[in-house]
């Protein structure tokens, strides 16, 4: 079983959907939680970092269920802009990160 | 954000020679960067960790002799990819981190090996 593992995708959903992302993680001591974007041959964007209380910026929400081992990603009123790579990533500790392959998602008009 | 430069973009070399990439922070000291290295479709793989000082730590299966990281300052960490072969040829990204908050990649170099 992978460490981190996500639902590759893709997604393609029309402009305005609501699209949502799932992650788990199989290392019930892991510590911190990120979503991050990439965009074809570019580098990875720290999108967001995630807490168990929730946190949400914009259209975008993040959830943490540490119990689950589980993180989420909602992305509403999706943009043509939002299309790219969402990458879960779980942190043993500050050394040590450990990536999701990705979601794929496209927006199309 | 905080602003992680790398040099160079893209490289394209001969089998048989070596390559060095350089990492800076640029607005920030970094103790610790870390090197990745991604290919088609696939995620990042943590291949090493630099530590300003002192030698860097490898992840299993990383041949430390092949790829060779030197942090010599605060701000500067170096891979060097030593006799490269067509098979190294791959997404280079290094990251650092300012204390307490979350990974900051630079923008990669892709590396060809003909």
């Known amino acids: 079983r992978k460490e981190v593992e996500q639902d590759p995708g893709p997604f393609n959903v029309p402009e305005g959907a609501t699209v949502a992302f799932n992650c788990t993680y199989s290392n019930s001591a892991s510590q911190s939680f990120f979503w991050y974007r990439q965009d074809c041959r570019k580098e990875p964007k720290l999108l967001m970092s995630v807490y168990s209380s929730g946190n949400e910026d914009g259209r975008f929400t993040a959830q943490l269920n540490r119990a689950s081992q589980y993180i989420s990603l909602l992305i509403r009123d999706s943009k043509l802009s939002d299309s790219a790579t969402y990458l879960c990533?779980?942190?043993?500790?500050?050394?040590?990160?450990?990536f999701g392959d990705g979601t794929t998602l496209t927006v199309k008009p | 954000g905080a602003v992680v430069s790398q040099h160079p973009s893209r490289v394209i070399c001969k089998s048989g020679t070596s390559v060095k990439i350089e990492c800076r922070s640029l607005d920030f000291q970094a103790t610790t960067m870390f090197w990745y290295r991604q290919f088609p479709k696939k995620s990042l793989m943590l291949m090493a960790t630099?530590?300003?000082?002192?030698?860097?730590?490898?992840e299993q299966g990383v041949e430390k002799d092949k790829f060779l990281i030197n942090h010599a300052s605060l701000t500067l960490s170096t891979l060097t990819v030593t006799s490269a072969h067509p098979e190294d040829s791959s997404f280079y990204i290094c990251?650092?981190?300012?204390?307490?908050?979350?990974?900051?990649f630079g923008p990669g170099t892709r590396l060809t090996v003909t």
């Open positions: 630099s530590n300003e000082g002192s030698k860097a730590t490898y």
């Open positions: 990533v779980v942190e043993l500790n500050a050394g040590k990160s450990t």
């Open positions: 990251s650092a981190r300012p204390t307490g908050a979350a990974q900051y």
